[in-house]
């Protein structure tokens, strides 16, 4: 009898490549966000998928199975063995960061059945059933605003049955029921389709212990709906992010005020303020900092005594980084400025701008910063290109 053997290696090398790059992704990036391909910082989601499965065998004696072969008088001369069959899972995950979410759930692989020609004319036939609980890490590697590549390791407690019949003289049935921890893995991709709903593509590999002979694979390839609903949803933007190197110590960023406010007649006075991001954000995150409410803080004070006519926030990034990337970061931490100025001044939104440029409008040129790797002595070279520009018009009375 013909033994299937398959090679584990290229699933398993593919499914640690895809976890790797999810995990040096992060030292790439410049906010505190997760991508949208990854609902957000922290949360849970369900999902439902379906799909196909098919198994490959290690060592497969058929003789052994059935109680037939050597001294018995009967013999196998073929087995027609169908591995394939419908196969469907449902699991609930949580997000720990942008890289990566832990998941369980049921999954079930379905039936494979067998039919063994014996020499005496006779046919045996078996079933084997694969169905039970995992628990993976799931990485994650952003690649677009929308798509993302996933690879997954976990381990699996499996319910397996086995059964095989005949009615020919010779030849014994015999039903075992196995249940034992394994372990799995996969590779995937996944597709952001709305705000809160996505939809992967994946495929894994459950290894088996044989209840009678060896050990056993079983791919599942399924397609899956996924609802983030612990999840906070990032509806303002499509943002795809990168985490930054930390930035070498700077001197303490000064707050630059360009100011043509005279004192003798009540006037409109534009005042430009322009503010280093390092002193607005912290390594990874988007809220402001203390510091960065302290300087904030500052240019509110400025006003008291104003009505302010208009605000107009506008930030920047530096260069490295794609273009859509650094318009998305820059946009979110413009607005993050926006939403703490406006909890602080008394006045209606539409006299409240927030914009950002990305890498437009750059301080250094290229004969300052040369070079085009993320190292830390470029970054902190582009530190002036990382701002945010405050101009204010406001009317303020003559003292």
């Given at each position: 009898m013909k033994k299937t053997t398959q090679s584990q290696k290229p699933l398993l090398i593919l499914s640690l490549i895809a976890m790797s790059l999810a995990a040096s992704g992060s030292a790439l990036?410049?906010?505190?966000?997760?991508?949208d391909p990854t609902f957000s910082n922290k949360g849970f989601y369900g999902g439902l998928g379906a799909g196909g499965s098919n198994s490959t065998h290690d060592n497969y004696n058929f003789n052994d199975r059935v109680g037939?072969?050597?001294?018995?008088?009967?013999g196998v001369s073929s087995v027609n063995i169908d591995d394939k069959d419908r196969a469907y899972k449902a699991f609930l995950g949580y997000q720990l960061n942008k890289n990566f979410a832990v998941e369980g759930g049921y999954f079930d692989l379905g039936d494979n059945t067998s039919t063994a020609n014996l020499t005496?004319?006779?046919?045996?036939?078996?079933?084997?059933?694969?169905?039970?609980?995992?628990l993976d890490l799931v990485g994650n590697m952003p690649v677009t605003e929308r798509f993302s590549l996933l690879g997954s390791v976990g381990a699996h407690y499996d319910r397996a049955h086995y059964n095989t019949y005949s009615d020919v003289t010779g030849a014994t049935s015999s039903f075992k029921d196995n249940?034992?921890?394994?372990?799995?893995?996969?590779?995937?991709?996944?597709?952001?389709?709305?705000?809160?709903l996505y939809v992967r593509a994946g495929a894994e590999r459950y290894h088996f212990k044989e209840a009678f002979d060896g050990r056993k694979n079983v791919n599942m390839y399924s397609l899956n709906l996924i609802v983030p609903f612990g999840a906070r949803a990032v509806t303002t933007t499509r943002t795809s992010y990168r985490e930054e190197v930390a930035p070498m110590p700077q001197p303490q960023p000064q707050v630059t005020y360009e100011s043509t406010v005279q004192q003798t007649v009540?006037?409109?006075a534009p005042t430009?303020?322009?503010?280093s991001a390092e002193s607005l954000f912290a390594f990874d995150r988007h809220e402001l900092s203390a510091q960065g409410r302290n300087s904030l803080d500052k240019v509110v004070q400025d006003l008291q005594g104003s009505d302010v006519d208009m605000i107009t926030i506008t930030g920047y990034a530096d260069r490295l980084g794609s273009d859509g990337y650094n318009l998305d970061l820059s946009t979110k931490r413009a607005q993050s400025v926006k939403a703490y100025l406006m909890s602080k001044l008394t006045m209606d939104d539409s006299k409240v701008t927030a914009v950002g440029k990305g890498s437009a409008d750059p301080v250094t040129t290229s004969e300052d910063c040369k070079g085009n790797r993320p190292t830390a002595q470029l970054k902190a070279c582009l530190q002036p290109d990382r701002r945010v520009e405050i101009e204010i018009v406001a009317t303020k009375s003559a003292s």
């Open positions: 990036a410049q906010s505190n966000t997760v991508s037939v072969g050597a001294g018995t008088g009967v005496t004319g006779g046919v045996i036939r078996g079933t084997s059933r694969y169905r039970g609980l995992n249940q034992g921890a394994n372990y799995k893995y996969g590779v995937g991709a996944q597709y952001k389709m709305a705000e809160r009540t006037q409109v430009k303020v322009t503010l």
